[in-house]
């Protein structure tokens, strides 16, 4: 890797790096293998042989948000652009804690970090969007203005660069952080501050270059042009996604390009419909988790074609501070102690383990929270003290299956607390926009988090940092916003690395969101992973530490 960084700055970022060896997963190694039967092979961008076939077709879920980088914030989202929109850098698409590795994706080769962190300089490839129109260091600077004129959830990311804020407040004029020159394709972001994961903020969908005069609104159904090896052909929401391989690609060191020539995402509302499907073959690969009352017949009847994985996960239930009830200490502490967690991983059949944490236990800055044992008599004298028993308390969840049975039991452990809670069960397609409204008012429901990168901040800033919430496209539902954490975050932001002292200072935070019962948290979740025994999960399955199941890893055995 070329890295052209000071010594003393790899340092700072190999902190960050090193942070994945604690997130190992049983996966399947991915090699090469065999290609006899498995169709023509083509020299990936990274220089490995890899088996194409025809078309992979996928057993969707409704979830997709946006199919706009910069709009996109769900897993169902960001993995179908995963092959289609990268960044100045991206990550290197392998099994293991190797996938956290940053590398190189529009820009030649990682950053020249100056010595205080400030600024970070980049070379941009010359690479065409699958339009056929060329790549210009432009188009990133109006990336990032583009977000904010969309307000996209992910302008919060980006703040730290000089003039982004002032920006923000008119939504016109220039980020003169930002300092581009076409000719020279290079590309110079200046932070007011250092931000210790702002390589990983790059990297994240938000930071995926699109064309300037890309209108500022969302494109989903207008398919964006790519930058990566495959470009989206068609979205017919709640329907069909498909994506194709990109004319204009010309490979990427450490970049596959693929093995279907063809994706097609065929959105199924039902997780036992879309079981079927594969089981079927209908489709050849099943993205709902398998029904719980369905589980024991497929490890049973198709083990063969079953992979089990955890990701790093936080299933919880939020609580909106600046409305009543939860607008008090103790009716949030009720909460917490009225959850019996262990039924919650009953819910989920079992693939899940009780949490009281934000981090998930593979965090090195994981210390482990035992702050409200079960006791529901304690959470109704609490609800009693606060003086809103009786309160009227609506609970959001989505249709899919697993979050309405948490919801209506979130639901159900209200009213035996002494509220008089009602379930509101919204499509998965709009839940997260809808929760995350300001004028919504959401006062209490299911939410979950899987990483965007590894790192600390983005939990705790993401989620619970006060000062990055917003009217729309929030990410921190509760509205926490306690001074002593939104401070403590702050700080810690500016820290390069991630040693000894900063993660027990991270795990402290996890500490104080608990004492204050900003969340509920309740399980970390396993999931699975089905497959047609057509499908070779012996050389093509990549699960990735961020993106889960890589689609694009995917072949056939004959």
């Known amino acids: 890797m070329g890295v052209r960084m000071t010594l003393s700055k790899w340092r700072r970022f190999a902190g960050l790096f090193a942070l994945m060896a604690a997130l190992t997963f049983a996966l399947a190694a991915c090699g090469g293998g065999d290609d006899e039967g498995a169709g023509a092979t083509t020299e990936a961008g990274g220089g490995t042989t890899e088996k194409t076939y025809p078309e992979f077709k996928i057993a969707f879920d409704n979830g997709i948000d946006y199919l706009d980088p910069g709009l996109a914030y769900t897993v169902q989202g960001w993995s179908i652009m995963l092959p289609a929109h990268l960044g100045l850098v991206t990550y290197k698409l392998v099994n293991g804690p190797e996938g956290a590795t940053i590398i190189p994706g529009l820009a030649e080769d990682l950053p020249e970090i100056s010595e205080d962190g400030l600024s970070y300089k980049f070379t941009l490839r010359d690479i065409n969007y699958s339009n056929g129109q060329p790549v210009k260091a432009s188009d990133f600077k109006n990336t990032i203005k583009r977000l904010y004129q969309i307000d996209s959830p992910g302008v919060g990311f980006f703040t730290g660069i000089v003039g982004a804020d002032k920006f923000a407040e008119t939504k016109k004029g220039d980020i003169p952080g930002i300092v581009v020159d076409d000719d020279a394709k290079t590309i110079e972001i200046k932070l007011s501050k250092p931000q210790g994961d702002f390589l990983y903020v790059l990297a994240t969908m938000f930071g995926s270059i699109v064309p300037t005069g890309t209108p500022a609104k969302d494109q989903s159904t207008a398919t964006i042009p790519a930058t990566g090896p495959y470009m989206i052909e068609k979205y017919t929401p709640n329907r069909l996604v498909t994506l194709v391989r990109n004319p204009e690609w010309k490979g990427i060191p450490d970049v596959p390009d693929g093995n279907p020539d063809k994706m097609t995402f065929n959105v199924l509302e039902e997780d036992s419909a879309a079981l079927q499907s594969v089981i079927d073959g209908q489709n050849d690969y099943n993205f709902h988790t398998i029904p719980v009352d369905r589980l024991g017949e497929v490890q049973d009847q198709y083990a063969a074609q079953l992979k089990l994985y955890t990701p790093a996960n936080t299933y919880y239930f939020f609580m909106n501070t600046r409305v009543k009830p939860f607008d008090k200490l103790e009716v949030r502490q009720a909460v917490n102690y009225a959850v019996n967690r262990d039924a919650v ?9 009780e949490t009281e944490n934000v981090l998930p236990p593979t965090y090195p800055q994981y210390e482990k929270i035992s702050m409200y044992p079960n006791d529901l ?48 069960v919204l499509d998965p397609s709009v839940y997260f926009t809808t929760i995350g409204n300001q004028r919504t008012k959401a006062q209490f429901g299911v939410a979950n988090w899987f990483q965007d990168y ?10 619970l940092n006060g000062n990055r919430i917003t009217e729309e496209h929030n990410n921190n539902y509760s509205n926490a916003n306690v001074k002593a954490i939104n401070a403590k975050i702050e700080e810690l932001k500016k820290q390069p690395e991630l040693n000894d002292d900063v993660n027990a200072q991270w795990a402290e935070v996890d500490k104080m969101v608990a004492e204050n019962a900003l969340w509920a948290p309740v399980v970390n979740r396993q999931f699975t992973d089905f497959f047609t025994p057509e499908m070779d999960l012996d050389n093509c399955y990549v699960n990735h530490v961020l993106y889960q199941f890589i689609y694009t890893s995917s072949c056939k055995t004959g």
Not at 392 to 401: G, K, L, P, W
Not at 454 to 463: A, G, K, R, Y
């Open 377 to 424: 008599a304690k959470a109704k004298q609490l609800v009693q003290q606060s003086g809103y028993a009786g309160m009227s308390v609506t609970v959001y969840a989505n249709s899919r299956e697993t979050s309405q049975k948490q919801g209506e039991y979130g639901a159900d452990v209200l009213n035996q607390m002494g509220f008089k809670a009602k379930l509101k």
């Open 345 to 353: 991983v009953r819910l989920y059949g079992g693939l899940a383990a």
């Open 454 to 463: 590894p790192h600390p901040l983005n939990w705790f800033d993401v989620l």
